[in-house]
Structures are given as structure tokens and as C-alpha cells.
T-cell receptor, first 113, second 119 residues
Framework: GQQLNQSPQSMFIQEGEDVSMNCTSSSIFNTWLWYKQDPGEGPVLLIALYKAGELTSNGRLTAQFGITRKDSFLNISASIPSDVGIYFCAGRKNTGTASKLTFGTGTRLQVTL | NAGVTQTPKFRVLKTGQSMTLLCAQDMNHEYMYWYRQDPGMGLRLIHYSVGEGTTAKGEVPDGYNVSRLKKQNFLLGLESAAPSQTSVYFC??????????????????FGPGTRLTVL
């Protein structure tokens, strides 16, 4: 089955730095989502994007729905230690009746003090 | 609201044993899902349900069965566990998508996971 490509796979950054990660696909999605997973927990929704070109913020997080509908980007500004975790993108094609998602492989973020 | 809960949190099985994972949600969601998460693979959909009494196969359904006898519960069964089923299992639920403006309110909420090891 298809999985979305996320990059980078992992990154170490210093507290206070800005972070950028992206997610790409070979096919079009009509919804892009960004989840964060803390160690030992389930994914938690951060940002949802529903229109091509849409730019949405949630506190220090900003995500964009790529104009081609084949990619999405997540930026974190002024990183702090609690930003540590795995960030997943997910796409939905809105076909069928169930809200099925395709997930990315994840970006592991580690912050050094 | 407890949200989405999963039972048990951890389990170790021997090859060939059977077990059932329980997912419960108190948000009156119509849709429920079971995923597995393996290192470097993201989350992959095993089975899902669009309502009480209905189930459907996802991306990786082999070796698993599911049942949704009550709207709030979704059970995942392993009839004969294999080492390849060692994984972290996540349940999720969501509202039925209707013709309303897209909203994060309709997106999937996840449980805390069950870590299963098959020896």
C-alpha cells in the first residue's frame, strides 16, 4: 500500500531554532493532516488542511497545503523541549464513505538544550 | 470524556495463541479504525468500521478479525498470533463526514496504543 514520504526522517535541533519538515506523494490528496506522537502515546492532531494553497497556524506551528495537492509542509518556530516527538503527515483522498487516511513514515524531532 | 481507550496496554503472546484487543470511545463516533505501527512504517490500516454491525478490510487485514457489536466498541482479534504481528496497535474513531464545511472536528482521534509482542 501507498505511504507518504516524509523528510527529514529525523533531526536534532537546538532549543529556539525553527524547524521545517515536509511530506510528498505521487498522487493527489484533498485533505492533509499533521499529527504529533509523544513517546508511549497515540497521535494527536495538530493541524488540518482542506484547500490547496491553504496556510494554517496553531500557535508556533504553521502548515501549508501544497498547490499541486501532492505535498504539505510543517514549520515549528522557536522550538522548545516539549516539541520532542514524532510528527506524521496524513492524506485523505475523500473517496468512498469511510474517512481513510494514508500516513507518512514520520519525522522524529529531538531537541538539545 | 475519556476519549478513546484501549485495553490492554501491553501484552506478550506465544506463537499460535489468540487474543482480543478492545477499543472503546465515548464520543458517539460512527467510524472506528484499527492501525498497526511498525518502526519506519508509519501507521497502516488493518480494519475499519463505518457503523455498528459493519466492518471492512483496510490495507493489512490478513491474520486479524474485527467486530463492532456496539457503536462504542471495536474489537480486534488475533486467532493465531505470529511473530510478524509484533507491533503497536492503535485504535481511532471519527464522526461521519457529512456535507458541511471541512473541520478538524471530523478528524480521527487516537487511543494510547497497545504494545503487543509475539514470541
Amino acid at each position: 500500500g501507498q505511504q507518504l514520504n516524509q523528510s527529514p526522517q529525523s533531526m536534532f535541533i537546538q532549543e529556539g531554532e525553527d524547524v521545517s519538515m515536509n511530506c510528498t506523494s505521487s498522487s493527489i490528496f484533498n485533505t492533509w493532516l499533521w499529527y504529533k506522537q509523544d513517546p508511549g502515546e497515540g497521535p494527536v492532531l495538530l493541524i488540518a488542511l482542506y484547500k490547496a494553497g491553504e496556510l494554517t497556524s496553531n500557535g508556533r506551528l504553521t502548515a501549508q497545503f501544497g498547490i499541486t495537492r501532492k505535498d504539505s509542509f510543517l514549520n515549528i518556530s522557536a522550538s522548545i523541549p516539549s516539541d520532542v516527538g514524532i510528527y506524521f503527515c496524513a492524506g485523505r483522498k475523500n473517496t468512498g464513505t469511510a474517512s481513510k487516511l494514508t500516513f507518512g513514515t514520520g519525522t522524529r524531532l529531538q531537541v538539545t538544550l | 470524556n475519556a476519549g478513546v481507550t484501549q485495553t490492554p496496554k501491553f501484552r506478550v503472546l506465544k506463537t499460535g495463541q489468540s487474543m482480543t484487543l478492545l477499543c472503546a470511545q465515548d464520543m458517539n463516533h460512527e467510524y472506528m479504525y484499527w492501525y498497526r505501527q511498525d518502526p519506519g512504517m508509519g501507521l497502516r490500516l488493518i480494519h475499519y468500521s463505518v457503523g455498528e454491525g459493519t466492518t471492512a478490510k483496510g490495507e493489512v487485514p490478513d491474520g486479524y478479525n474485527v467486530s463492532r457489536l456496539k457503536k462504542q466498541n471495536f474489537l480486534l482479534g488475533l486467532e493465531s498470533a505470529a511473530p510478524s504481528q509484533t507491533s503497536v496497535y492503535f485504535c481511532a474513531s471519527s464522526f461521519l463526514r457529512v456535507a458541511t464545511p471541512a473541520s478538524s472536528y471530523n478528524e480521527q482521534f487516537f487511543g494510547p496504543g497497545t504494545r503487543l509482542t509475539v514470541l
